[in-house]
């Protein structure tokens, strides 16, 4: 723990759900830290460690930004302490390949974000000039 002077204390509780079930909500995000790996104990207490090296945050910073820097700091922690490592679906494949086909697939995923927001703005400006007729 952290000694400083500090404005308002901050509490956080973070909930690792177990595994995914029906009822369980839809990420947002894609989690950039290894959710199954948390329960390794030379990863939690490097995971702490890293923790007690965070820069204490200042006390003129308000509260909303405060929570924001704290949980930017908790969440890098944790895919640095957790990282998701990639397995290669084929023995036979070489690192270099399989760097460019995961430089393909982010490519690919880039290119459909842009066709989806591209069809969406040209429809909206359709209807605008739809409207203004």
Known sequence: MQKADDHIPIAGQFMFP???????????????????????????????????????????????????????????????????????????ITDATFKYICEASDLKKKRLKLCIFMFFKCTALGCIRRLGQ
Request: hydrophobic fraction near 30%; aromatic fraction near 6%; glycine fraction near 2%.
């Open 18 to 92: 177990p595994s995914c079930s029906a009822t369980s909500p839809i990420p947002r995000k894609k989690i950039r830290y290894d959710r199954a790996s948390i329960g390794d104990p030379a990863k939690g207490r490097e995971f702490i460690n890293i923790l007690s090296k965070l820069p204490v945050i200042d006390c003129d910073v308000d509260n909303t930004s405060h929570c924001h820097i704290l949980h930017n700091n908790v969440h890098s922690a944790l895919c640095e302490a957790f990282p998701v490592s990639k397995t290669k679906k084929k023995s036979f």
